[in-house]
Structures are given as C-alpha cells and as structure tokens.
C-alpha cells in the first residue's frame, strides 16, 4: 500500500482487452482481470443481463426460498463437469468456495459415520484464499505469519517446483510425480481413517504458476481413492477455460470429488462462486427429518440473482464463442512468446500450462520481490501492459479470446521492460 501511494495505478473504465486509466491511457490487460476475465472486459451480453436482471429481481432470499435461476445455473455447471457430479453450493468468491468445500467434506465424512476423519491437507505454496480455512490448508508463508494458530489438524504435502529438474519446462514438468507418494507418507504418520480431505490446485497459480509434473495427479487421486480420502480440486483460477476446458480436472482427466471454482464464473463481473460436489456426497449429507437443515452453512447471497445472470450469459458466451477451444488453440502462440523471454536478464525460469505462464527472476540481495514489482510497475506506465508480479515472478493470463498479434505484442513489451531493469 504505501509503494502504491507513491504512484497510483487507477483504472477508470474497461472495454474488451483494454483499461482505461485515470489519466486516459488505453492499457493492454495481460492479466485478464485477476484470472476472471477471460472473455473480456464489459462484455455487452454480460452487462445487458446484468442491468436487465437488476431492474426484475434484485435480491430473492436464499434461506428456504430461492428462485429458478440458481437452479438453472446449478444445472448448467453441473452439466459442464465431470461426470459424476450433480450438485453445486453457490457462494460469493473463491475463498468461500474453498471454505464451502472443506466443511462439506467434514460433514460429509461425520455422516457416513466417520467423525474420526478430521484431518485436512493441503499442500506447500499452495493458495487456496484468504479465509482461515483456506489460509490453513494453503501454503504462503507470508499469507499466514500474521494471524497467529489456524486451523488444528491441518498438514501439507511438499510442492514440485524444483528449478535443478524443472527450470525453463514447457507444460507439464517430467520430473516430480514421485512427490505424490508424500501423501502415503502423511497417511502412516497421522494413520489414513484421520484424514477427511487432501486439496490441492491442479496447477499452482497464485503462488506462480507451477505446473503438476506428468502422472502426479493421477498418484494423487489413486492414494485418496485407496484410504477413503476426499479429493478437492481448487479450479477457482484453472476453471472456466484458463487450462483449454470446462475444468483442468477434464483437461488432466483425473475425477476429484469436491471442486471449487469462481472467478471465471461470471468473467469477473459480480462476485459468486461454486462449489460443485459428486451425486454421493449430496446424498449423504440428505439425512434425518426433511424439515430438519441438512448442512449448517450458507451465506446472505449465495446465488444471488443477479450474479446467476451474469453466470448464465457468460456460460452461454463460452458456448457460443467456442471460447475453452478457442483458449486451446492459442497456447502453442502463448507458450512461443513465453518462452522467447529466457534469456533476458535475471531470468532464471519460465513455465507455462494453458494460458498461464510466470517468469522467475532472480532476487535482487536484501529486496526480495524488488525486481518484479519494478517490472510491473514500468510495464504500466511505459509500456502501457498489465501483469502480476507476486514474490519474484511477473505472471502472465491472457483473455481466452486473446488476438495473437496483441498477445505476441505485449509479450514483447514486457521483455523490453525485463531486458532494462537491473
């Protein structure tokens, strides 16, 4: 905040692949919002739902009332995943979604009779929100320093960024499905029938970008399925085309249980999220009295009208524009133009899968995350593009509709940024 202050970066208005800042500067958005944009920004079939669904109901109350869109739009998400799945809890961001996800998974077990599965995993550099269940499970060391004793019964399986056998690697890394096997390890330590869920992002994006390494997440799900574990995929990011499908569960072909999403959901446009769960953890939680509430939980505005409008035209623009193939096409152009930055100074990674990609730099000695954050800043203000820095890389997520031309442009524009920044 306070190096912010210094020189605000302020955005006035937003149209397609481009910002508007304050001071009338159009701005090349190669971030795609913050991962939610994907089909650009005020998209008019968004915004005219938007305004139209705002004037016929603005709120319906969601405590034993609701109304037909939520119910439309659980049909269509549960359409789009894997098969299996049947029911879908709406919440307001990603970090509810994930918060959403670990207590169905705890109530989940605690009514097949397993009250004893408690224990919950996540993984090193993994985000999963900013929620005290998500801080818990996630593994930002600096997202958690603050807040003191989390969540009980929470352990973490290593990550699988290793630059010594995965630097510089072009979608998934060779190196690394061995790392799955910590899980087992985790099992014998704790004793498997304690742990009630293992979540997990089937690519690491927030923490920059990491890539599973071939066969990791099919080892995963193999050990979950043997001791009764849950397995959540958190595709708040990778959901909605960011990985060339509905959902990177599709594109790895490997069924979780549980997976969270938000985000793309409504291209960014109101707030909401999902959870979306298999036919058997629905049913099992759909016990004891019908008047009686079957899972103690919900929020003032899960599927709120409006956002399920937004939801709604969005699905039917991915439809409509063939937008997750669309997405899969471009990631040969995307990953070439990634790419053709290793080399530059201070580089010493680049990584991709779908379109996400990050380049890591180097630490400047003593300023952790310096250099990245002046790279970000000078892209805005000298070469008029938007990235993420985070920690010490520059994160790239293009719109799913990205022209090729633009894409390769502001690429370019970045690595001159790289190249002039010691």
């Known amino acids: 905040m306070r190096d912010f202050r210094a020189a605000p970066r302020l955005l006035a ?30 998209h008019p079939h968004i915004v005219e739902a938007v305004r139209r669904q705002v004037g016929e109901l603005d709120y319906g109350l969601g405590f034993q009332m609701s109304h037909p869109l939520a119910f439309g739009l659980a049909e269509r998400l549960a ?32 009514a ?25 499970v996630g593994g930002i060391a600096a997202n958690r320093r603050a807040f003191g004793t989390l969540l009980p019964n929470v352990d973490h399986l290593p990550h699988t960024f290793d630059l010594e056998h995965n630097a510089f690697s072009r979608g998934q890394p060779r190196w690394g499905a061995h790392l799955a096997d910590e899980l087992s390890n985790i099992c014998a330590l704790h004793d498997p029938r304690s742990i009630a869920a293992l979540i997990i992002e089937p690519v690491a994006g927030a923490t920059g970008i990491l890539p599973p390494p071939l066969g990791y997440l099919e080892r995963l799900r193999e050990i979950c399925s043997t001791h009764g574990i849950l397995l959540i995929f958190d595709e708040v990011i990778t959901g909605f085309g960011r990985v060339g499908s509905a959902f990177a569960a599709e594109r790895f072909g490997v069924t979780p249980d549980i997976i969270t999403t938000a985000k793309g959901l409504t291209n960014g446009v109101i707030p909401m999220g999902a959870v979306l769960v298999k036919q058997e953890i629905h049913d099992a939680l759909m016990t004891g009295p019908s008047e009686m509430v079957e899972l103690a939980h919900g929020y003032t505005y899960s599927g709120h009208p409006v956002a399920a409008a937004a939801a709604l035209a969005t699905l039917d623009i991915y439809e409509k524009e063939s937008s997750f193939e669309a997405a899969r096409k471009l990631e040969t152009q995307f990953e070439e133009a990634l790419h053709s930055l290793a080399g530059l100074p201070n580089v010493i990674d680049v990584r991709n899968f779908g379109l996400m990609g990050a380049v890591e730099l180097a630490p400047r000695p003593g300023s952790p995350g310096a250099r990245a954050l002046e790279i970000h800043k000078r892209c805005f203000w000298d070469e008029r593009v938007v990235v993420r820095s985070a920690g010490e890389t520059i994160q790239f997520a293009p719109f799913l509709n990205s022209r090729a031309t633009e894409l390769v442009r502001a690429i370019g524009s970045v690595g001159r940024v790289i190249s002039a920044t010691d």
């Open 112 to 136: 097949n009779g397993e009250s004893e599965r408690f224990r919950l995993i996540g993984r090193a550099r993994g985000y999963h929100g900013v929620n005290f269940g998500g801080m818990s």
């Open 79 to 110: 359409a789009l995943a894997p098969n299996g799945f049947s029911s879908v809890f709406f919440t307001n961001s990603g970090s509810e979604s994930v918060d959403t996800a670990l207590k169905i998974a705890l109530a989940y077990h605690r």
């Open 13 to 42: 208005s937003a149209e397609g692949h481009y910002y508007r800042d304050v001071q009338g500067r159009e701005v090349y958005d190669l971030f795609s919002g913050l991962w939610t944009s994907g089909l650009g920004h005020c």
